[in-house]
C-alpha cells in the first residue's frame, strides 16, 4: 500500500510520518501531484497559518487535485481546517469539502487550546475500538464549527468539530500522531480503511 503525506506551507509533518512508520506503513512525503494522485491514502496534515498554507496549495494546483481524490484522504488540525469552506484566520476561502466555517475561539479560556480532552460524542469507522472517554491531543487556536459531516464532538470554551467526514473525506482537529495509542488507533483504522 502507498501513503502520501502532502508537503506544503505548514509544518509538523515528519511526526505524521513517524506515527506512520511506527504502525508498519511505508510513506512518502510529496508535493508531486502524480504521486498525490496514485497514493492508496492521503493524509494532509499541518501546523500552521490558513492563509500562507493556502497560497501554497494554489501555487502547486494542489488546492484543485485534493478537492479530486478519490481514494481515502485524512486531514489532520490544519488539514481540517483547510478542507472547511472558510477560516477567519485572515479572512481565508478554503477547500470546501466540508460545510463547516472556521472560527476562533473567543478570549472565555486559555487560547491556543493546548492539551489532552476526551469527546462529547463519537461516531464512524475511523473511531472503531475508542471511546468517548479516551482523551486525544490538541493544539488550536481555531476550531471548526459543528456541521452535518461532524464525526465527533470536543467541548473546550463551546463544543467543536473533533473530527469530520464526508465521503472519502476524513479530517481530525486533534494530533493523532500525538495522542499516544488512542492516536494510534484512529491512524490505524485510516489506514486499514
Known sequence: MKVVIIKYNAGNIKSVQNAVERLGFECEITDDIEQIKKADKVI????GEASSAMKYLKEKELDVVIKQLKQPVLGICLGLQLLCKSSEENNTQCLGIFDSEVKLFPPKDKVPHIGWNDFDYISGSLFKGVNAYNDVYYVHSYYAQICKQTVAVCNYIL??????QQNNFYATQFHPEKSASVGEQILKNFLEL
Open 44 to 47: 494532509f496534515p499541518g501546523v
Open 159 to 164: 463544543p467543536f468539530s473533533a473530527a469530520i
